[in-house]
């Protein structure tokens, strides 16, 4: 079972960048597909960018296409999320997840059902 922690969130301006980081303990990330969340309040958990185990493949919403990036470092056991030109839009809690048993090295995992693990999340406030 592997634990995840996530890093990074804060207040900062429009056009601003942020980098979120995920750091795993218990098992090696790169066992896993991954994935980074963000919600808000009344809102259901929406997929940001997420990786397939090894990472063949990469997903990300239409809203941050261009601006985020995700990666990780499996010497680190730490996942990022990179997050450039922020916008007041993606002010929101963020979550970093991994999937256990996530064969799929074509499709990386867009839905929350897909993940098994959770971190607590980090909160993240854009002002315009």
């Known amino acids: 079972q592997v634990r995840l922690v996530e890093s990074g969130g804060g207040l900062v301006q429009t056009g601003d960048s942020l980098r979120l980081s995920c750091a795993a303990s218990g098992q090696s990330i790169s066992r896993y597909a991954v994935g980074w969340f963000r919600q808000v309040p009344g809102k259901e958990r929406r997929v940001v960018a997420s990786l397939t185990l090894g990472d063949t493949a990469v997903h990300y919403a239409d809203s941050v296409k261009g601006r985020f990036a995700i990666s990780r470092d499996n010497t680190m056991n730490t996942l990022y999320l990179q997050m450039n030109e922020l916008k007041p839009d993606d002010t929101a809690t963020y979550y970093c997840?991994?999937?256990?048993?996530?064969?799929?090295?074509?499709?990386?995992?867009?839905?929350?059902?897909?993940?098994?693990?959770w971190g607590q999340g980090t909160q993240v406030n854009v002002s315009s």
């Open positions: 997840a991994a999937s256990a048993g996530n064969r799929d090295y074509y499709n990386a995992p867009r839905w929350s059902d897909d993940f098994n693990y």
